[in-house]
């Protein structure tokens, strides 16, 4: 999670969301998994300016992570 955080403050999109997923396909239940949707969804915006990627992160938080804190971060994006 470090290394990918490392990789946004740089600006390095595409090694971000590479990082992020590697997180989340081996830890889908540990207590990172939350804020690696958030950050993979914030990687994946600014790589594409996409806003469906945001709307994704919403989305993906409330079904997989219903109690997290991050679903109050993400909630400017509901749309």
Do not use: C, F
Request: charged share 20%; proline share 8%.
């Amino acid at each position: 999670m470090a290394l990918a955080r490392v990789s946004i403050m740089k600006k390095k999109w595409a090694d971000a969301e590479a990082l992020l997923q590697q997180v989340l396909d081996k830890y889908p239940n540990a207590a990172i998994a939350p804020g690696a949707v958030y950050w993979l969804g914030v990687s994946k915006y600014s790589r594409t300016h996409d806003p469906k990627q945001l709307g994704q992160v919403v989305t993906d938080l409330k079904q997989k992570y219903p109690n997290s804190p991050w679903n109050k971060r993400a909630i400017p994006w509901a749309a």
